[in-house]
């Protein structure tokens, strides 16, 4: 069964909760009760393609599971659709929204932090099972909260800062500049960098700076760097967007190579058409950005199959190449676990597969081999070991430091 590919335009109005899209679902369900499965994401924001990413890992995994006779006995995950527009309230209306459809059993997010703080009381409020791929703030699943309904397959600030900076140490770095976005993403970030300087990195590193950028904004990110770089920074550690991480890479391109600095980059940058963005001048700058998902690494018999529907859908050739990659795995896989959960618990109540979410079988998964994904104790999935490290070449694919260019 080919995968529908669902364009913006075919995106429906659901009233003020904002727009909603529904996967199509095989002729064999016909009559059967859809268990429905939401996606809250940034889908008209004009650069991100992380939504899109998103997206079509939860359709394909979707589709592999509807394949093989959906979930309890015979009902069809159906995939429900919300734009958030990048707005915090926006996306808080979204969950609310849909918590209250029937048959909704979690909900996936998109890559914004700050849209998914909004949303975290709501969802705990509302018994709503939060499937993480992307947004990388520490509070969105350490929040304190019993129980917590929170669950992610992808980095977090804290262990992606780790390894950045432990990256800027072994390149023999110590005199470290930081620009992070004025969001509570920018502050995790700026926490858990100042934290390991002060604490690990204390005898090999030096904060000289930090320098705030809008979050969506372009316009301050050269002075920024400038202001960094007149203060002795020997390195960049950056946290942004695809938009303001092109900026400046445009803007290091034109400086004299004295006048450069390595950037160290959250993955934030690799959530649009980046190396598009920033054009020929992503060849001219030394920028190194982690991951925790790469086709370069990817042994998974799913993860072919996920190779040439990404490069089908986003129209490249080279699955290096694909778009926000980092965000397709982790999705693929959390739908499959939430369809374990499911049959575990035998029922749509969404308490019950969110304590299934803790007790599942081990899982063979295309990011990596899960056994088991969460605990009660641990609803990360991801640990230290599973940072990559990467760089685009000069055919603008993404991929870890250490593979053959």
């Not at 009233?15 to 499965?37: E, H, K, N, Q």
């Not at 920074?233 to 390595?262: K, W």
């Not at 109540?349 to 990596?368: M, S, T």
Request: proline letters at 6%; charged letters at 20%.
């Amino acid at each position: 069964m080919a995968l529908p590919r669902i364009s913006r335009r075919q995106v429906l109005h659901a009233g003020a909760a904002g727009l909603l899209a529904l996967t199509p679902i095989a002729r064999a369900f016909d009559g059967a009760s859809p268990v429905m499965v939401g996606l809250d994401a940034e889908f008209f924001n004009r650069t991100s393609t992380a939504d899109d990413a998103i997206e079509l890992g939860a359709r394909l995994a979707i589709e592999d599971i509807n394949v093989r006779g959906g979930v309890l006995g015979g009902r069809p995950l159906q995939l429900v659709t919300t734009d958030n527009r990048s707005l915090p309230a926006r996306g808080l209306a979204n969950v609310q929204h849909l918590a209250a459809q029937p048959d909704i059993a979690a909900y996936l997010c998109g890559k914004f932090s700050p849209v998914v703080l909004e949303q975290l009381p709501a969802f705990h409020a509302l018994e709503l099972p939060l499937l993480n791929p992307w947004a990388a703030a520490d509070a969105i699943v350490n929040n304190g909260r019993e129980p917590n309904f929170a669950f992610r397959l992808g980095l977090r600030d804290s262990i992606a800062m780790e390894r950045l900076l432990q990256q800027i140490i072994e390149r023999g770095y110590r005199d470290v500049g930081v620009i992070v976005p004025a969001s509570a993403w920018g502050r995790s970030s700026l926490h858990f960098a100042e934290h390991f300087i002060t604490h690990e990195g204390r005898t090999a590193l030096k904060l000289v700076g930090v320098e705030w950028h809008r979050w969506g904004s372009e316009r301050s990110i050269e002075e920024n760097y400038r202001s960094l770089v007149d203060a002795g920074a020997q390195a960049i550690l950056l946290v942004a967007n695809e938009p303001e991480g092109a900026a400046l890479v445009r803007a290091l391109a034109e400086l004299d190579q004295a006048d450069q600095r390595p950037i160290f980059s959250h993955w934030g940058i690799t959530g649009g058409r980046f190396p598009e963005l920033c054009g020929p001048a992503l060849n001219r700058v030394d920028l190194t950005v982690v991951q925790s998902f790469n086709f370069a690494r990817a042994s998974h018999p799913a993860a072919q199959r996920l190779a040439l529907a990404a490069m089908s859908h986003f129209s490249v050739a080279d699955p290096l190449a694909v778009p926000s990659m980092t965000g397709l795995g982790p999705a693929y896989d959390l739908i499959h676990l939430l369809a374990l959960a499911i049959e575990q618990a035998r029922s749509t109540h969404r308490p019950d597969i969110r304590a299934a979410l803790e007790r599942l079988p081990a899982y063979d998964g295309v990011v990596k081999h899960l056994d088991p994904a969460f605990t009660p104790a641990r609803h990360e999935a991801l640990e230290r070991a599973d940072v990559l490290l990467c760089q685009f070449d000069d055919r603008g694919r993404l991929q870890p430091i250490d593979e053959p260019r």
